[in-house]
C-alpha cells in the first residue's frame, strides 16, 4: 500500500487535532520525520519473519548452551 506524503500543512493539521500546535517554522521538519517513520515502518511491516519467533520466547542462556553445544564458540 502506497500513501502520498504528508504536506507541512496535514502535519500541522494533524499536530492540532492532537492537541499539540505546531509553530509555522518547525512544520517541514515535522512533516519530513513523520514520512520518514511511516517509510521505515512501512519496510518492517514489508519483512518475513515466518521462522522468527516471538522475542518473549528468547532466553541468552539456552541460546549461548545450544552454541557451545554445537561447537559455535
Keep these: ?15 492540532l487535532r492532537a492537541g499539540l500546535p505546531l509553530d509555522a517554522e ?10 520518514h517513520i511511516h517509510h521505515v515502518v512501512g519496510a ?5 519473519f515466518q521462522e522468527t519467533p516471538p522475542a518473549s520466547t528468547y532466553r ?4 549461548a ?3 557451545q553445544a554445537d561447537g559455535a564458540v
Excluded: G, H, I
Design 26 to 35: 518547525r512544520l517541514d521538519v515535522v512533516a519530513a520525520t513523520s514520512n
Design 60 to 63: 541468552p542462556a539456552a541460546t
Design 1 to 15: 500500500m502506497t500513501t502520498a506524503d504528508l504536506s507541512p500543512q496535514e502535519a500541522a493539521r494533524w499536530a
Design 44 to 48: 518492517l511491516r514489508a519483512l518475513d
Design 65 to 67: 548452551e545450544k552454541e
